[in-house]
T-cell receptor, first 112, second 114 residues
Framework: DGGITQSPKYLFRKEGQNVTLSCEQN?????MYWYRQDPGQGLRLIYY???????QKGDIAEGYSVSREKKESFPLTVTSAQKNPTAFYLC???????????FGQGTRLTVV | AQSVTQLDSQVPVFEEAPVELRCNYS??????LFWYVQYPNQGLQLLLK??????LVKSINGFEAEFNKSQTSFHLRKPSVHISDTAEYFC????????????FGAGTQVVVTP
C-alpha cells in the first residue's frame, strides 16, 4: 500500500547524543516535510524539501538537520544542540501545492 | 506569512449532539484550507479540504466546513457526533504558492460522552 513510514515509533535519547528519525514514502511525491508537535501548540515546521538534494529551514530548524539524497527518503537528525527535543515528530509528503499533505504515524522522542 | 487560530482548546459534547469547531486564519495571499483529525499517538488524517470552487465542503463521515473569505474563517461542523469522533482536530492553511507547507492551529480536543 502507498504511504509514509516513520521509524522507530518510540525513541529514547540520552542528553548529548544525536539521533536520526527515518521517513520513507512510496507515493512518488516531490515534497517532504518534518513537523514537531508539542501539547497545546499544534504542529510546527522544522524542515522541508521540494526536490532531491535541496531543502529549506522551517520555523524551528535550530538543533536539527536533514538530508534528501533520494526522492523517497527524508531523514531527520536531532542534534545535541536541540535544547528541548522531547516531542512527537511527524513526517509528511505532498504531490504539489494544490494537494493535501499525507502524514506518517509519527515518532515519539524522549530524552532520558 | 499565515496564522491560524482555533478558538476552543477543548469541546465536550454528548453523543448524537451537534458540534462546531471554530477556525480563523490570517494571510496576505490566497490560501488553501484543511481540517485534519488525529487519534491518540497517531499521525494526522485529512478530514476535508477547500482548494477552490464551492465554499461548502463535506467529508464522507458527515463533517462539513464552510470557507468564508470575508470573515477569514473555515469552521467545522457535524450535526450528530459519535463516540468514535473523540479525537483532536487541527485546522491548517497553506499559501497557494508554498508547495504544501502547512501552518497549523493549536488544535481542538473533542470529547464525546454517552
Amino acid at each position: 500500500d502507498g504511504g509514509i513510514t516513520q521509524s522507530p515509533k518510540y525513541l529514547f535519547r540520552k542528553e548529548g547524543q544525536n539521533v536520526t528519525l527515518s521517513c520513507e514514502q512510496n507515493l512518488n511525491h516531490d515534497a517532504m516535510y518534518w513537523y514537531r508537535q508539542d501539547p497545546g501548540q499544534g504542529l510546527r515546521l522544522i524542515y522541508y524539501s521540494q526536490i532531491v538534494n535541496d531543502f529549506q529551514k522551517g520555523d524551528i530548524a535550530e538543533g536539527y538537520s536533514v538530508s534528501r539524497e533520494k526522492k523517497e527518503s527524508f531523514p531527520l537528525t536531532v542534534t545535541s544542540a536541540q535544547k528541548n527535543p522531547t516531542a512527537f515528530y511527524l513526517c509528511a509528503s505532498s504531490g504539489g501545492p494544490w494537494t493535501e499533505a499525507f502524514f506518517g504515524q509519527g515518532t515519539r522522542l524522549t530524552v532520558v | 506569512a499565515q496564522s491560524v487560530t482555533q478558538l476552543d482548546s477543548q469541546v465536550p459534547v454528548f453523543e448524537e449532539a451537534p458540534v462546531e469547531l471554530r477556525c480563523n486564519y490570517s494571510s496576505s495571499v490566497s490560501v488553501y484550507l484543511f481540517w485534519y483529525v488525529q487519534y491518540p499517538n497517531q499521525g494526522l488524517q485529512l478530514l476535508l479540504k477547500y482548494l477552490s470552487g464551492s465554499t461548502l465542503v463535506k467529508s464522507i463521515n458527515g463533517f462539513e466546513a464552510e470557507f468564508n473569505k470575508s470573515q477569514t474563517s473555515f469552521h467545522l461542523r457535524k450535526p450528530s457526533v459519535h463516540i468514535s469522533d473523540t479525537a483532536e482536530y487541527f485546522c491548517a492553511v497553506s499559501a497557494t504558492d508554498s508547495w504544501g507547507k502547512l501552518q497549523f492551529g493549536a488544535g481542538t480536543q473533542v470529547v464525546v460522552t454517552p
